[in-house]
């Protein structure tokens, strides 16, 4: 009897043990492979509260650095053909700068306006950023339907969340969907993500973020998806911005 009492001790023990805590979840999504660059285009819609399509862009996009070097165009409407962004993300500073040709001049955005609308979508300048392990703490809120339930806080102070509940596959380990809530408590957006396999790395295929206060909603349908093309560090410069018919055919 006390034998078959071990085993089972033993047993549970291996299962507990087994159990990853949220940071160890958390770890395993940041740190998951990544290509060492790619390049895409990338359609951005947006739906008003009638569901109603109000506008669509198109961009071209190459990133470098796990997503912490960014450069995007767009290449339509035309009225928007050669607006730029720039992201280069370091420890000490984030660089984010916005490029109008009409006004021929790079404006940069500062951590304090991080919270404001890309383009008048319902991404955020701080939502184009990549996020890091240590930029936030961990809670495990609940596990369902092969899903952790991951809540991760941000550390930040000027962040537009409060918190960010993210629904983790168990398999991947990929976020598939996310609630996101305001300094205030309430929820702000939810968002959903897919991905697409591409020479064994997990690439996002599509954003959909929805503005629930708003009843405005984004999607990003991301396509012509290469990986690994050896670009240079060098593209990814404040006065490449206003060299964007270089970029964009």
Known sequence: ?????????????????????AVEIAAKVYNAPQPLDSESEITMTLFNKKKNR????????????????????FKAPKKDRG?????????????????????????????KNQSDSFMKSDLSYEDMLSPELDDFTYNLLDKEDGFYILE????D??????????WVSKDTFLIQKEKSYDQKGILLKNKSFKHQNIDGFNIISEIDVTNVQKKHQ????????????????????EKNLKRWKKYIK
């Not at 071990?6 to 990853?20: D, K, P, Q, R, V």
């Not at 109000?54 to 070097?69: A, R, T, Y």
């Not at 102070?157 to 993210?166: G, I, L, P």
Request: glycine share 2%; hydrophobic share 40%; net charge neutral.
């Open 218 to 237: 984004t999607v990003l349908s991301i396509s012509n998806i290469s990986i690994n093309s050896d670009i240079d560090d060098s593209e990814f410069q």
């Open 1 to 21: 009897m006390r034998k078959i009492s071990y085993i089972i001790f033993l047993l549970f023990g291996l299962l507990y043990s087994e159990e990853l805590t």
């Open 83 to 111: 607006i730029g962004f720039l992201k280069i993300e370091s420890p000490k500073n984030d660089k984010l700068v916005l490029f109008i040709p009409s006004l021929n001049k790079p404006r940069r955005i500062s951590a």
């Open 152 to 155: 991760r806080i941000p550390i």
């Open 54 to 73: 109000s506008k669509k862009s198109v961009m071209h996009s190459i990133s470098k650095d796990e997503g912490n070097k960014l450069l995007l165009f």
């Open 157 to 166: 102070d000027n962040s537009e969340y409060s918190r960010h509940e993210s």
